[in-house]
């Protein structure tokens, strides 16, 4: 299984004239391209007429790469079924929370559970591995496209009700014990038998929220199924190439943890500056370096190893509207800072931007005229900077000691009811990312089946939902000496979204923390002042929880409202650890100060503190990155025992990237 790559690009072949390949499988080469993805996208091209397979032009791609010495990925093409399939049987496109149809025209409009449309993925699956499975070009396959990158919400046609009412009988057996799960004493919702049980479709008003929880667990569900279906057939067909799934990082629709374990390693997409239909305000077009590095940190670890990018920005994004140009050096930062977060492979999308369809100005290496231009030359340079950098940090992993607990279901919970209009939980994640990704510290992603014991540092956040098998994780884990992060709505709920009664809030966690929530207010259109012992001045917004404090000690109180003097953040002795509750979601200066409290707690110390701001510094192995994220050259100040293998260590270029190595000191 060949998998030692640095460099790849996407390629559809199909899309240009068959007199162009041999000239870009050579510009290719120039360039340093090892490996290019192809097909995901282009069943018609493969299957034109039900049953007849035309795979001569991909043959005939992967030899033209071939004599270039580059391999081929082959995508299987579900992310796009053709006309004719569609038009034979219209129930296989997806169905929206009216009830409503999509129409053919876009991509993913398919519904993944569909017994006719499941059967055609199987027939083409096993017909595409049969006739590749020898092609010694091909190392690998992607499954699919981006699941869960669809219309907006989940298809709910009556196939996908038909399975739903399958999981949940599974689930809870007897529909008395759906009941319960649900609170369907509420508005008289409950259910008689599990074939009356729906998908949350759109009502009159309000939506049960339990309901709506196991709607996107059994979603998450159904895509894991649907890719391992493929993922089965290729690898008793084709056993010596690898499979993969290009993910989307902080993307929900499927849990990522579950649809790792299938893969031999993980993909990721990594467009720094996004811009599609869906027109985000001109200050999100950019993601920001925490953001950006929370989504790697998220993507690594899925499967605690290093992964791949599949797709990696390469030039201008956009569809109807469209980004700002990458400022020069800017396509090589980000590319050297997903390597810096355990990318192994870069993949950049796309070879040449398209001349027809939706992605038209989704740009490419090559612009539309197939002339090498800025990008193409910057690429060029980036390549031959990093290529020999990867070869050497191949596999290497960096050596956190602080996780942060990540959970698709807290997600879903609060987005099922975020509170705040501006609290989500992804925010609410980077928001205390950020604190310690200001102290130069990285951290690893786990999800709730993670072993917390290799850590002295977990951040949890909203723990709003909450397991006893979870508490004693935690409980255990600080106990020995842990230093646990808690944060406000811990322990509401039980794990069906039902409210938790047994004892005031935090629930169970309230011994852990040392106190109790009896009340709590959600700021809308206010903040509220904090102030920390010493006198520093911060901020609460959002969301206050408002505690009693049973033993924990506060290091920061609230200093106004009618719960002024209250802890904002408190500290507890529990075990040989210690457990801190952020009551609030605080500005980013008070976050970064108690996540250098916490770390000097645990006795992590931050060799990089010297660093100029906007330089971010990132671990693999012995090996450092140091990245600029500001357009101004900045003076460097480093500890010793570094050695620079790229750029220098007095100074960093603007967007400058320099990597060192740790020397014996
Ligand atoms: C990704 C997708 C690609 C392409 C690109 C640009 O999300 O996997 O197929 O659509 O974005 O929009
Ligand atoms: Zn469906």
């Known amino acids: 299984m060949k998998t030692d790559f640095t460099f790849g690009v996407d390629y559809y072949p199909e899309h240009w004239p068959r007199e162009r390949w041999e000239t870009d499988a050579a510009m290719m080469h120039e360039l340093g391209i090892q490996v290019v993805r192809m097909g995901e996208f282009s069943w018609h091209k493969m299957e034109p007429v039900d049953g007849e397979y035309h795979f001569e032009w991909l043959d005939e791609a992967l030899e033209v790469l071939k004599k270039q010495g580059i391999k081929g990925i082959l995508g299987t093409p579900s992310a796009a079924p053709p ?120 009502t009159t008003v309000g939506r049960n929220p339990s309901h709506m929880l196991d709607w996107k667990r059994f979603c998450s569900d159904l895509i894991v199924d649907f890719q391992a279906m493929q993922a089965d057939i290729i690898r008793k067909i084709c056993p010596n190439h690898f499979i993969t799934h290009n993910f989307m990082g902080f993307s929900w629709k499927v849990n990522y943890f579950d649809l790792a374990k299938k893969l031999d390693f993980i993909t990721h997409d990594q467009y720094t500056m996004l811009s599609t239909d869906e027109w985000p305000a001109d200050d999100k077009i950019l993601q920001t370096p925490d953001f950006a590095a929370a989504t790697l940190e998220l993507m690594r670890g899925t499967k605690k190893a290093p992964f791949w990018i599949m797709e990696q920005q390469s030039s201008i994004t956009g569809w109807t509207h469209m980004a700002p140009a990458p400022r020069p050096g800017q396509i090589r930062l980000w590319t050297a800072k997903s390597v810096a977060y355990g990318a192994d492979t870069i993949v950049y999308f796309r070879w040449r931007s398209c001349l027809g369809g939706t992605e038209q100005y989704w740009h490419g290496i090559l612009p539309h005229s197939g002339i090498p231009s800025r990008a193409y030359r910057e690429i060029e340079g980036t390549i031959s900077d990093l290529a020999p950098v990867m070869e050497k940090i191949r596999g290497a992993m960096p050596k956190n000691r602080a996780a942060m607990l990540f959970s698709y279901d807290q997600e879903y919970a609060m987005q099922i009811q975020p509170h705040h209009p501006d609290l989500d939980y992804v925010g609410n994640v980077v928001s205390i990312y950020k604190g310690f990704f200001s102290h130069h510290t990285g951290m690893d992603f786990i ?55 047994h004892r005031r809030l935090p629930g169970d966690l309230a011994d852990l923390a040392g106190l109790e929530v009896p009340e709590y207010d959600c700021l809308r259109g206010f903040t509220v002042p904090i102030k920390w012992q010493d006198g520093e001045a911060g901020t609460a917004r959002k ?123």
């Not at 000496?481 to 979204?497: F, H, Q, S, T, Y």
């Not at 906007?614 to 100040?637: C, I, P, S, T």
């Open 83 to 202: 006309k004719w399939l569609v038009d034979k049987y219209p129930e296989i496109l997806p169905v929206d929370d009216h009830g409503q149809r999509y129409h053919f025209g876009g991509r993913h409009h398919d519904c993944q559970s569909n017994p006719i449309y499941r059967g055609y993925i199987r027939r083409f699956v096993t017909a595409m591995a049969e006739h590749f499975k020898d092609n010694d070009n091909v190392v690998g396959w992607q499954i699919d496209n981006e699941f869960g990158n669809a219309h907006a919400g989940l298809c709910m046609c009556e196939s996908c009700a038909a399975r739903f009412r399958e999981w949940l009988e599974a689930k809870y057996e007897k529909v008395e014990a759906l009941n319960e799960a649900w609170g369907t004493y509420f508005w008289s919702q409950e259910y008689d038998t599990f074939g009356q049980v729906d998908p949350p479709y759109v």
């Open 447 to 501: 999800s709730d089946e993670t072993d917390y014991k290799d850590y002295k540092i977990l951040a949890a956040p909203l723990q709003y939902l909450m397991t006893g098998e979870r508490l004693c994780k935690m409980e255990e884990f600080v106990k020995t000496g842990g230093i646990l992060l808690l944060n406000m709505r811990a322990g509401v709920k039980d794990e069906n979204n039902i409210a938790m009664s």
């Open 543 to 665: 969301w206050c929880d408002i505690p009693e404090l049973q033993g924990a000690e506060a290091i920061a109180a609230y200093d106004g409202e009618f719960y002024a003097g209250s802890a904002a953040i408190a500290k507890n002795r529990y075990g040989k650890g210690w457990v801190y509750y952020l009551a609030t979601e605080p500005d980013d200066a008070t976050m970064a100060r108690l996540a250098g409290e916490i770390l000097a707690e645990a006795g992590i110390v931050d060799d990089f503190a010297a660093l100029p701001t906007g330089v971010e510094v990132a671990f693999r192995g012995d090996y450092a990155f140091l990245m600029n994220h500001d357009a101004a050259e900045k003076h460097l100040d480093l500890p010793k025992g570094w050695e620079a293998i790229l750029g220098e260590t007095e100074a960093i270029a603007g967007y400058g990237v320099v990597v060192l190595e740790k020397k014996e000191a």
